[in-house]
């Protein structure tokens, strides 16, 4: 029994290692690739197709958890979520960089505007608001340096931000700052919004149920800004 744990212990740790190996190999083949190169048109061929599926569920939640007017997607990608939020009545925008997902989002006629928000000068600029913010995906690929401004750039567009960011468990073409959860709470908390822990469980039971794609119901956080308080 012993020597037959000794295996299994062994195994999984050969295997966490080649997995390891296998992760960072990825990272280093796309370190100094441009934007483009990395988020290329196989790579939004992969979105498109693994986030259709997605989109619908994810919008008929959204609406019914928010009932935005507007809604603005931050690092919309190619553009399928909006376009379900438009279908149900939602005043949309979105912002990408990546070329080849701009050429979806412009097929789809869709409000997008082109901005490198790893760009911190960009980062500081204050956009027209909206009633529901939303960034799925996005803030992992970006450099450590911009987290803060990032986080902060969202909370400036509106006083609802649905966010979601890989963890360290798993790792995208080019994972530059992938963290868990506590640690974009944290610097939500820097922008005085707070994690709607309810909202967050609630909506990933919906999502889950509905078959969204697992890394939205892995990663899924709803922050809220916390009203100022009279003195």
Same mark, same amino acid.
């Given at each position: 029994m012993q020597n037959r744990m000794r295996t299994v212990v062994r195994f999984a740790r050969n295997n966490a290692f080649?997995? &390891?190996?296998?992760?960072?190999?990825?990272? #280093?083949? #796309?370190?100094?690739?441009?934007?483009?190169?990395?988020?290329?048109?196989?790579?939004?061929?992969?979105?498109?197709?693994?986030?259709?599926?997605?989109?619908?569920?994810?919008?008929?939640?959204? !609406?019914?958890?928010?009932?935005?007017?507007?809604? @603005?997607?931050?690092?919309? &990608?190619? &553009?399928?979520?909006?376009?379900?939020?438009?279908?149900?009545? !939602?005043?949309?925008?979105? @912002?990408?960089?990546?070329?080849?997902?701009?050429a979806y989002c412009q097929r789809r006629g869709l409000d997008v505007e082109s901005i490198d928000l790893s760009d911190e000068s960009k980062l500081s600029l204050h956009p027209s608001r909206s009633d529901l913010v939303i960034s799925m995906e996005v803030a992992h690929q970006m450099p450590p340096s911009c987290a803060i401004p990032y986080v902060a750039y969202l909370c400036r567009l509106g006083d609802v931000v649905v966010f979601s960011s890989e963890s360290p468990s798993y790792v995208d073409r080019r994972s530059l700052n992938s963290q868990y959860g506590r640690y974009w709470i944290g610097l939500f908390a820097q922008s005085n919004f707070q994690h709607d822990s309810q909202l967050t469980a609630q909506i990933k039971q919906e999502w889950n149920q509905s078959g969204v794609a697992s890394w939205f119901c892995r990663n899924v956080l709803v922050f809220r800004k916390i009203p100022s308080t009279l003195a």
């Amino acid at each position: 029994m012993q020597n037959r744990m000794r295996t299994v212990v062994r195994f999984a740790r050969n295997n966490a290692f080649v997995a &390891g190996m296998r992760n960072l190999a990825r990272r #280093w083949k #796309w370190r100094n690739a441009t934007h483009d190169e990395v988020y290329d048109a196989s790579y939004f061929a992969f979105v498109e197709k693994t986030t259709s599926d997605s989109a619908a569920s994810m919008a008929e939640s959204l !609406v019914k958890q928010f009932s935005p007017a507007s809604a @603005i997607d931050v690092g919309c &990608g190619t &553009g399928v979520l909006i376009e379900q939020l438009a279908a149900r009545g !939602v005043q949309v925008r979105g @912002i990408e960089y990546a070329s080849a997902a701009l050429a979806y989002c412009q097929r789809r006629g869709l409000d997008v505007e082109s901005i490198d928000l790893s760009d911190e000068s960009k980062l500081s600029l204050h956009p027209s608001r909206s009633d529901l913010v939303i960034s799925m995906e996005v803030a992992h690929q970006m450099p450590p340096s911009c987290a803060i401004p990032y986080v902060a750039y969202l909370c400036r567009l509106g006083d609802v931000v649905v966010f979601s960011s890989e963890s360290p468990s798993y790792v995208d073409r080019r994972s530059l700052n992938s963290q868990y959860g506590r640690y974009w709470i944290g610097l939500f908390a820097q922008s005085n919004f707070q994690h709607d822990s309810q909202l967050t469980a609630q909506i990933k039971q919906e999502w889950n149920q509905s078959g969204v794609a697992s890394w939205f119901c892995r990663n899924v956080l709803v922050f809220r800004k916390i009203p100022s308080t009279l003195a």
